[in-house]
């Protein structure tokens, strides 16, 4: 079953006097797994955002459908009422974290969402208190958000988005301004949530970080360059260095040991791994080499 | 010679309240001219004080801070010259573009200087060629520029100072592979070319390793590491504990050592490469 499913998707930007219209994606198809983690690459442009405000019915393609749990979102008949409820089933958490915060302490403002869908308060209480045990924030609940470090608002961010019982969050590079323990906290909290079901979709530059997905697409000027599992994706490094994008440093190490003749795989992530197979290879050379 | 020095700097927050924070303690500091240097450190280490100190921004609760030979403070209402000198590039630059085009954008620093109209073209056209701002954009609006190429017209601002270090917070942050290759690839160029002292600021491992002659880590106030990036990520524990990062392939080569293969201090996937094809 698929949480979300594009089919053929175009969509552009209009112009106006002085600029032509732009093309942002063209004939995208996607799904995207309930429960799954999927990852979406692409350099700067690729049409990486604008995918996820389709995805998140904040814009309506020009071609093609959306289908968000089995509905689909561009036939006839439906109402906006049928759209308001779809919109109701995915979240999106963006990028830079002090621009999402609206309340002055941390609790309201992860109430923020659920109080404009007319939750009562008892029930509001109860979802927002356990959307911060679930964050690991429960701690600073009553604290003001400007004096949290940047992992500590996305989280708050995220815990906004899990009180309103989203089935599916869409992170828009949202550890992409944070120092290396915000982006660590960010993506435990992530690998939680999916692990509790929640349909996850990261948008991220980082290649480490897609290499924890079930499936990776890869946008390049609007399409659908590549996409499979994180092995599959990684494994033609080329494709993706031809795409202004990068592999994770083990599989470039992999790469390059692989072209001077030793017989290594390329889809491993781990530094510990590659380390292992990188002796393996070693070894058994030396081995061929003596015989 | 040292293009910015620090010499027995404190930088106290709040002094005297019970919100008193002593972000930067006895710091000296020499930068050498020509050189990339990196600074990393944890969120609230010192980093940005720092910047700000170099700057003229903030002036140091005790020491002092020299740039160019002179120090900034002796004359306190020349401080603005400080920051013709010490040119700094803010995170996420691109917005604070605000001039009605590209070129006047560009041109903004040099007119402050009180150049004449000349100059300032020559400074603008340099500056340009220097951020890969492509000629065509001068007389758009910086508001119809894509992110990447915004955020280089505010690099290109600041080069057109001219000034003798360049200090950037985060150059690269957010932009894909390829955007990053290209600030980061242009700042050595330019600073190859110039001779310009360039302070680059990031959380990037992979980016500091890859560009800068000589890192500084910074926690808690104090410098800790100081050294060429092989030395200072040699200290992977250290590094680690601090809730810092080291490269990817850093860790590979520890985990190799671990297993009997030792390829010395590595940090970028080239030599790593080279050192393990020396054993086959």
């Known amino acids: 079953m698929n949480e979300i499913e594009l089919k053929n998707v175009s969509f552009a930007y209009p112009g106006d006097e002085t600029n032509p219209p732009v093309r942002a994606l063209d004939n995208v198809s996607l799904e995207i797994e309930k429960g799954s983690f999927t990852a979406i690459l692409g350099h700067n442009g690729s049409g990486k955002s604008t995918l996820a405000r389709i995805m998140c019915m904040l814009d309506t393609p020009e071609y093609g459908s959306v ?46 969402g659920c109080e404009n869908l007319g939750i009562p308060s008892a029930e509001i ?43 599916c969050i ?122 | 010679m040292a293009v910015v020095e620090l010499r027995g700097v404190n930088y106290i927050y709040n002094k ?23 600074i990393i450190g944890h969120t609230g280490s010192g980093k940005s004080t720092m910047v700000q100190l170099i700057n003229g921004i903030l002036k140091p609760t005790s020491g002092q801070v020299f740039v160019d030979g002179s120090d900034i403070w002796k004359e306190p209402k020349k401080i603005r010259e400080v920051r013709f000198k010490a040119g700094v590039v803010m995170q996420y630059p691109e917005y604070q573009l ?65 000034p003798k270090v360049l200090i950037l917070d985060e150059p690269a942050a957010g932009l894909d592979p390829g955007g990053r290759a290209d600030i980061l690839g242009g700042l050595k160029k330019y600073q190859r070319e110039k001779g310009t002292s360039i302070i680059i600021v990031s959380h990037s491992m992979e980016d500091m390793a890859n560009w800068c002659d000589r890192i500084l880590v910074l926690a808690d106030g104090k410098i800790i590491l100081d050294g060429t990036p092989d030395k200072v990520f040699s200290r992977f524990n250290d590094l680690i504990g601090l809730g810092l990062d080291v490269p990817q392939i850093t860790r590979v080569a520890a985990a190799l050592s671990r297993r009997g293969i030792d390829l010395g201090d590595v940090y970028t996937v080239g030599y790593a490469a080279d050192k393990i094809s020396e054993l086959f």
Not at chain 1, 139 to 153: E, T
Not at chain 1, 173 to 192: H, Q, Y
Request: aromatic share 6%.
């Open chain 1, 67 to 112: 289908i968000i749990d089995g509905r689909d979102m561009t036939a006839d008949g439906i109402t906006e009422k049928d759209v308001l409820d779809a919109r109701r089933k995915v979240g999106m958490v963006f990028q830079n974290p002090d621009n999402q915060i609206v309340a002055t302490i941390v609790e309201e403002d992860v109430a923020f």
């Open chain 1, 125 to 167: 209480r109860r979802r927002v208190d356990e959307a911060l045990e679930t964050v690991g924030m429960t701690k600073y609940a009553r604290h003001a958000p400007h004096k949290l470090s940047g992992g500590q608002k996305q989280r708050v961010a995220i815990a906004g988005v899990i009180a309103m019982r989203r089935e």
């Open chain 1, 170 to 291: 869409i992170f828009d590079e949202s550890t992409a301004m944070l120092d290396p323990m915000g982006r660590r906290e960010v993506l435990e909290t992530i690998d939680k949530l999916n692990e509790e079901g929640i349909t996850v979709v990261l948008i991220t530059h980082y290649m480490e970080e897609a290499t924890r997905a079930d499936r990776v697409y890869v946008l390049n000027d609007g399409r659908v360059l590549t996409s499979g599992t994180p092995s599959d994706v990684f494994s033609d490094p080329e494709t993706l260095w031809n795409a202004s994008l990068d592999v994770p440093q083990t599989t470039e190490l992999l790469y390059k040991l692989r072209q001077r003749g030793l017989d290594v795989p390329l889809d491993v992530f781990d530094p510990e791994k590659c380390a292992k197979v990188i002796r393996d290879a070693l070894k058994k050379k030396k081995t061929a080499d003596g015989a």
């Open chain 2, 16 to 38: 005297n309240t019970p919100y008193e924070v002593h972000a930067l303690k006895d710091i000296d500091l020499s930068v050498n001219e020509g050189e990339i240097t990196g």
């Open chain 2, 98 to 162: 605000f001039a009605e085009t590209v070129f006047d954008d560009i041109a903004f620093g040099p007119k402050n200087m009180g150049l004449d109209e000349d100059e300032i073209k020559e400074r603008v056209t340099a500056a340009a060629a220097f951020a890969n701002v492509p000629q065509e954009l001068m007389m758009r609006s910086p508001f119809d520029l894509s992110g990447g190429q915004k955020r280089r017209v505010a690099l290109a601002g600041v080069i057109a100072m001219d």
